[in-house]
Nanobody, 124 residues
């Protein structure tokens, strides 16, 4: 079992930046694909970004592609989501999730280990 803990959420003005971190406890997840998802009030959970377990291949949702960067630090057993040029519509609870395989996917059911989420609020 992999326990995931997100941190780094908060409130920021539009145009600002936040850095979310996902730490794994219990065992290493360097070979697992890890994704970030978000859910705003009244909306479905949506894919944001993911990084593969082997090779570190990244994939992004279209609306964050030029603004967010996902990376992994295997030495620290963490995955980081750097979010720049934040917009009000980026406000949501952000969840980190790990799959049991190294390959990424953009649908949430692919990921079986989930963190508790961290709130990101972007104000105008």
């Amino acid at each position: 079992q992999v326990r995931l803990v997100e941190s780094g959420g908060g409130t920021v003005q539009a145009g600002g930046s936040l850095r979310l971190s996902c730490a794994a406890a219990g065992r290493t997840f360097s070979r697992n694909a890890v994704g970030w998802f978000r859910q705003a009030p009244g909306k479905e959970r949506e894919f944001v970004a993911a990084v593969s377990g082997i090779g570190g291949t990244t994939t992004y949702a279209d609306d964050v592609k030029a603004r967010f960067t996902i990376s992994r630090d295997n030495a620290e057993n963490t995955v980081v989501l750097q979010m720049n040029s934040l917009r009000r519509e980026d406000s949501a609870v952000y969840y980190c999730a790990a799959a049991n395989l190294p390959v990424t996917a953009q649908f949430s059911k692919w990921y079986v280990h989930w963190g508790q989420g961290t709130q990101v609020t972007v104000s105008s």
